[in-house]
C-alpha cells in the first residue's frame, strides 16, 4: 500500500497511549482500608470477572451477557 495523496495526513494519526493506572482505579474504590468493588461481577461467570460500564447497559466482555439498566424516572 502506498501512504500519501490523501488529505488525511499523519497528524490523524495518534499513537497509542495508555492512561495508567486507570481501569484499576475505576473497578475498586479504596475507603479507609477496605476495598469497595464498584462494578457488579457477571452472574455466569462468577466472582472476578466484572460488568463493564456502558451508557445504558453492563456488559460481560468474557460471556457476552448483558443487563439493562433502565433510568429511574
Ligand atoms: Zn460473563
Redesign the pocket.
Known amino acids: 500500500m502506498v501512504v500519501g495523496g490523501k488529505k488525511k495526513g499523519p497528524k490523524d494519526r495518534k499513537p497509542k497511549v495508555r492512561k495508567p493506572g486507570k481501569k484499576l482505579g475505576e473497578l475498586y474504590e479504596i475507603s479507609g482500608d477496605s476495598l469497595k468493588r464498584k462494578n457488579r461481577n457477571?452472574?455466569?461467570?462468577g466472582k472476578g470477572?466484572f460488568?463493564g460500564k456502558h451508557k445504558n447497559r453492563l456488559v460481560?466482555?468474557?460471556?457476552?451477557?448483558v443487563e439493562i439498566l433502565e433510568k429511574k424516572e
Open positions: 457477571c452472574p455466569k461467570c470477572t460488568l460481560c466482555g468474557k460471556c457476552g451477557y
